[in-house]
């Protein structure tokens, strides 16, 4: 069984020409692929080769897993085994209707011959790769708390990781990890005091939760994650202090749920700026030395760059309009400006509530050191309102403007080396990168495109429809193929 489990690890380490065997693609969080056959020269004769259909209302938010020559996409209680080389459907199960909260869904994991499954009421559903047939059932969070799920289970080991989202109610941030085999609980890491707990350094918050899938060290054996915003969200006055692990990045020990360090993206966030962007992994030089890092373009307008060892900054730099934070202190972490606390009169704030980058996931390019993200520049006015109490929302804001770019961070210094206009309002297309020095994405005028990752330079375009998550990459006998969500549409491109 130990073997097993290396051989697992090891296969997630490095992405693999022939498959996607987790939400990233492998562990780093990177979403780099090193196929060759697609070039600057060519990229503009890549022809649609297949669309499935999913006939849902939803649109795919998910990165699909390929494992074996089958493709596992999914939506809001729905998930479907389709081949990859043809988009045949091979099978397609539904989960039964429930009233939880159908906000979208980020995909499957898949680990031997199971696949993962979680369910906007909170469960996590183990299906035969094969057929689709349940194996078992277990239950994440209570959803009738204010919980639901959209996450995209990360495996490591015998691990299944599992967040929940949930910030119209009161509750605390919870990770947990389940037996992969059997759906036992094996911990659940709590990010804000669990019911009934005493943690004065949260000074009361709740909230933080865990929705987008982590990142995997196996040389150190840590989990990253990044957590949400407390709650209640706009009524700051109500749970003085820092809030940890809230708007945080925390490292934990993935076989027992320990947190080994944390940082703190947005101390006492007042602005719902979740840090669940991805953490991701890079081993390279930072001024002259060889380091292992953590970087991070966050919510509120930061980029972050860590040492991935122990949690210390080497980094702190704005890639967005930001003007809510007066300094950086010693740990590297954005001081909060009082002057831009939600108000009862209201008060404009850089970035607004849709967040200077959010789900979409980044990618980085390690020949050119590039990180690249889906960027706004956006302003929103915050109010806060006493008669709302201190429970969930506690408060409005309204977006009043937004200007979206595929912008690209100059990981050694913070400096943005191109960017590229997508449109007005928050875009919602992630990053993939390739060896070849081409960037694929999305803008807001429902492109798929191909812009050259040295300069941002438009190589190619296709009207697609609008994508809300980052495209993949494999390669099947010889051929290989870029794959995206668009509407409720799987497409896959090819050269001729």
Known sequence: MRALLILCIAGLAAAQSDSWLTYHGDYSGRRHSELSAITPANVAQLKQVWRFQTGQNQAIKASPILKDGVLFLTTPDNIWAIDARTAKELW??????????????????VY??????????????????????????VIIADSKKGYWSTNAPLIV???????????????????????ADTGKT????YSTPPPGATE??????????????????????????????????LNGKNRPGDNPWTCSIVALNPDTGKLVWGFQASPHDTHDWDANEIPVLVDANFNGQPRKMLMQASRNGFFFVLDRTNGKSLLTKPFAAVNWATGIDAQGRPIPDPAKEPSRDGVLVAPNEAGATNFRPPSFDPVSGLFIVNAQDGYGIYFYKPEDGSYGWAGADY????RSFIRAIDYRTGGIAWSHPIGDGAGTAGVLTTKTGI??????????????????????????????????????DGKQYVLMGAGSSLYAFSLP
Not at 157 to 179: A, E, I, R, T, Y
Request: hydrophobic share 35%.
């Open 92 to 109: 397609h199960y539904t989960y039964p209707p429930n009233n939880a909260f159908h906000i979208g869904h980020r995909g499957a994991a």
């Open 112 to 137: 031997k011959d199971t696949v993962y499954l979680t369910t906007p009421d909170c469960h996590l559903i183990a299906l035969n790769a094969k057929d689709g047939k349940v194996k078992w059932d």
């Open 157 to 179: 080991g015998n691990h299944v990781l599992v967040g929940v989202s949930g910030d119209f109610d009161n509750v605390p941030g919870q990770l947990k990890s389940v037996d």
């Open 186 to 189: 094996q911990w659940i890491f």
């Open 200 to 233: 004065p350094k949260s000074g009361g918050a709740t909230g933080g939760q865990m929705w987008t899938t982590g990142t995997y060290d196996p040389a150190l054996n840590l989990v990253f994650v990044g957590t949400g915003n407390p709650t209640p969200v």
């Open 399 to 402: 977006n009043i403007t937004g």
């Open 439 to 476: 960037t694929f994405t999305g803008d807001n005028s429902n492109n798929l495109l191909a812009l050259r990752t040295i300069d941002g330079t438009t190589l190619w375009h296709d009207p697609v429809g609008r994508m809300q998550n980052a495209p993949i990459m494999y390669e099947l």
